[in-house]
């Protein structure tokens, strides 16, 4: 297996996922790599997904002065919804989380 040292790493290396990929810091403060926490933020997205959506529905449909709010709800599901599609992507590529 090839280390660090020649600037050449194995694709198993790349499928653990590399140490301190994304802290940019790693390197100068010593600090360990995060590892992404990719299902709970697949849950968390669904989660979002689903109590934004019943909210804005039930804003706009309850109180109508209060119409605005149920739209940046609805939007803010668009949000998480892509959120859940991005993340099941990742987790699909195989990064770890």
Not at 32 to 39: R, V, W
């Amino acid at each position: 297996m090839r280390g660090k040292r020649d600037g050449k790493r194995s694709r198993a290396e790349y499928e653990r996922g590399l140490p301190g990929y994304h802290d940019y810091l790693a390197r100068a403060t010593g600090a360990p790599s995060g590892l992404s926490a990719l299902t709970l933020r697949l849950w968390l997205a669904g989660f979002g997904f689903v109590s934004c959506t019943v909210f804005g529905i039930l804003v706009l449909y309850f109180l109508p002065p209060l119409a605005w709010f149920g739209w940046i709800l609805l939007v803010l599901a668009v949000v998480a919804l892509i959120d859940f599609f991005w993340v099941l992507h990742r987790k699909r590529r195989g990064e770890p989380g």
